[in-house]
């Protein structure tokens, strides 16, 4: 006997301003767990394997958060681990649901590369995540085309028509076992990438195309699997396993669970929201799995089915931590990787040494975003300077820093740009970096005092500009990069303001960075107290 716990307690919302754990449910039921004899001769044993948000990590990250691991993930090293479980398991599928690109390897060859990692590990199908579109929808819409596997996004259509962008759904077979697979797009996703780089695809809702596809496949499938890219955006921050305030749960896939009646399992993305174990939602029975992104955790999820019936009549899953130490790095993955970086010998170049680790943070001041945010500040001329904490990528290390690891931590095409702002535009893209919808915005030239309990959009208590009191309706020059001056990651102001930069008169910000720091050779943490929270009396 075994006890079956049907739960959302991995779902995380907003709460008073604050991100809090929303327990929806919490209905604990005792029953039998099925045995293969219960199954009978219809019994099949099936493992499915999963990772999200993988986002090029190709090299082990130091697990500076845990004392019980040295370093976790790399590509190489998740190559191994997928292989071995394949070695002993009777029947493995691997699927992803989205956002393998981002960083500089990938930036210079429009995504090969991590395509490259995914052909070798033997991939069967991927969702498109958000990031897939970083180098432009025309890109990836030629790119997606060398991969072996489905690339899916059932609810992605060329602007303005019924054509579909990406491939809706696919059959995966294998001994005899078929799985019907879907893959969706979610619609705060889209708001993650610099608009204009997906203003040929109309993203619709997800819901009623795939009830209609799960209705279709069912009689021709044993199981219906659908890998998800949606939900809240993810913090981006390394060790974001360690912090429940800053996980965005998985509300949106739960209720995805909930409205369509049929689908078996929900591998899901974006929100990098792991859940150690499956969540189960209570009326359809759905098995929901996320991992915490970046390739330090591979999902397992092995499925004890009565293929006569085509019901799952047990289950076990965990996210396995990928630990680089114990596990022997791929040989074929690490000969493409070293035959790619062998093309970009620069990237391995120091470009400065920085005096202690410069760390990002999502819902508070950062000191690699305050560095950043002083460079944007004081290479354009402007008073004051913004950057999305979403944009900052990978913390960069104490010591020498080369040019890959610089440029990981900002992979992006973004221009600078040059806004005039009102007091009041300002003030409100504030309230809106307060909300923590997407991060808190990181500053130069201001200093912000807020109240994080007080209600969205009252929380901003005092802005100086340099020593003086911003006046709303008084303008400045402020400097940001091209995916907050569009209006992305939802702060609206910024495009309602003057540009003074027309697009493609400035230069990358990631070109910016590059000229900057290695001018500087040594860099020092900037000062800290720009964002400063005072706790109500």
């Not at 301003?17 to 449910?25: A, D, K, M, N, T």
């Not at 052909?119 to 432009?136: C, K, S």
């Not at 859940?275 to 992104?293: R, S």
């Not at 400045?476 to 992305?488: F, K, S």
Request: hydrophobic content about 40%; overall charge negative.
């Amino acid at each position: 006997m075994e006890s079956r716990v049907y739960c959302a307690n991995n779902i995380r919302n907003k709460s008073s301003g604050r991100l809090g754990i929303v327990f929806f449910l919490l209905l604990v039921l005792s029953v039998a767990m099925p045995s293969r004899a219960r199954a009978g001769e219809n019994a099949k044993e099936v493992t499915l394997l999963f990772t999200n948000d993988f986002e090029s990590a190709f090299d082990p990250i130091p697990a500076y958060w845990r004392d019980d691991v040295e370093f976790l993930g790399g590509a190489a090293q998740l190559a191994t681990l997928i292989e071995n479980i394949r070695g002993r398991e009777e029947l493995v599928f691997l699927f992803d649901a989205g956002d393998i690109f981002t960083g500089i390897l990938s930036k210079l060859t429009e995504g090969a590369v991590p395509m490259e990692m995914m052909i070798t590990m033997g991939y069967d199908a991927m969702a498109v995540g958000n990031h897939e579109f970083e180098y432009g929808w025309e890109s990836f819409a030629q790119q997606k085309s060398r991969l072996p596997f489905p690339v899916l996004g059932a609810n992605l259509f060329y602007k303005g028509t019924n054509h579909p962008y990406a491939q809706p759904y696919a059959i995966v077979e294998r001994d005899g076992f078929r799985i019907g697979v879907i893959g969706i797009h979610g619609q705060d996703a889209r708001t993650a990438i610099i608009p204009s780089h997906v203003a040929g695809i109309d993203f619709r809702d997800p819901i009623p195309i795939v009830q209609r596809l799960v209705d279709e496949l069912r009689p021709e499938v044993d199981l219906i699997v659908v890998l998800a890219h949606q939900g809240k955006t993810a913090p981006m921050q390394t060790d974001d396993e360690a912090h429940a305030d800053i996980q965005r749960g998985i509300e949106a896939d739960f209720n995805m669970a909930g409205a369509v009646r049929g689908i078996d399992v929900l591998f899901c993305g974006h929100a990098d929201s792991g859940t150690e174990k499956p969540v189960v939602h209570p009326n359809t029975g759905t098995l929901i799995m996320q991992t915490y992104g970046q390739g330090t955790r591979l999902g397992y999820l092995k499925l004890m089915m009565d293929k006569g019936k085509k019901e799952i009549v047990s289950h076990h899953g965990e996210l396995l931590p990928v630990v680089s130490n114990d596990l022997v790095p791929h040989p074929l993955i690490v000969q493409k990787l070293e035959k790619y970086r062998a093309q970009f010998p620069e990237l391995q170049k120091t470009v400065f040494h920085a005096k202690e680790r410069l760390s990002r943070v999502y819902n508070k001041e950062s000191d690699l975003g305050n560095l950043y945010a002083d460079i944007l500040k004081e290479m354009s001329g402007a008073q004051i300077a913004f950057i999305n904490a979403g944009a900052l990528r990978k913390d960069l290390p104490k010591g020498d820093v080369p040019l890959a690891d610089l440029m990981d931590s900002f992979p992006f095409q973004d221009e600078m740009v040059i806004l005039e702002m009102t007091g009041t535009q300002i003030k409100e893209v504030l309230e809106q970096s307060l909300t923590l919808e997407r991060g808190m915005l990181q500053v130069s030239g201001l200093k912000v005092k807020y109240d994080p309990d007080h209600p969205e959009g009252e929380r901003v208590l005092a802005i100086e500009v340099g020593k003086e009191v911003l006046t709303p309706e008084n303008t400045y020059r402020v400097a940001t990069i091209e995916i907050l001056a569009q209006g992305g990651d939802l702060f609206r102001a910024f495009p309602q303001s003057r540009r003074l930069t027309p697009k493609g008169s400035q230069p990358l910000f990631a070109d910016i960075l590059q000229e900057y720091l290695a001018a500087k050779k040594v860099v020092k943490t900037p000062p800290r107290g720009r964002l400063i929270p005072v706790e109500s009396k």
